[in-house]
């Protein structure tokens, strides 16, 4: 079966940089778009940044410029490198199968088995 592994997140200061890490097994993950989510309380997920086999990236507004997404088929790992960080980047992050749909980043329709995500918090 499909899991997700998603780690790296943290406490960080504004301006500070993380990069995330996430690992899937059970699925083609070498074929699959794939791409990073973000839920903060209260708040509906979001789409953060995909990326297709053939490494074409999609980022989120607020993502371009600060956010470098990439993957290693070799390791069925994706990377999320975030720069810059604000207080509204505050949030679990998910990983998961993704759909691009013009500005639009989604889960994969048929995608049911998220990760535990990771915490990203930025604070002073």
């Known amino acids: 079966q499909v899991k997700i592994v998603e780690s790296g997140g943290e406490l960080v200061q504004p301006g500070g940089s993380l990069r995330l890490s996430c690992t899937a097994s059970g699925l083609p993950f070498d074929d699959r778009t794939m791409g990073w989510f973000r839920q903060a309380p209260g708040q509906e997920r979001e789409g953060v940044s995909c990326?297709?086999?053939?490494?074409?990236?999609w980022h989120a507004g607020f993502a371009q410029g600060r956010f470098t997404l990439s993957r290693d088929n070799g390791k069925n790992t994706l990377y999320l490198q975030m720069t810059n960080l604000k207080p509204d980047d505050t949030a679990m992050y998910y990983c998961a199968p993704c759909q691009v749909f013009g500005p639009r980043l989604v889960p994969h329709q048929t995608f049911r088995t998220w990760g535990q995500g990771t915490q990203v918090t930025v604070s002073s």
């Open positions: 990326i297709n086999k053939k490494a074409e990236v």
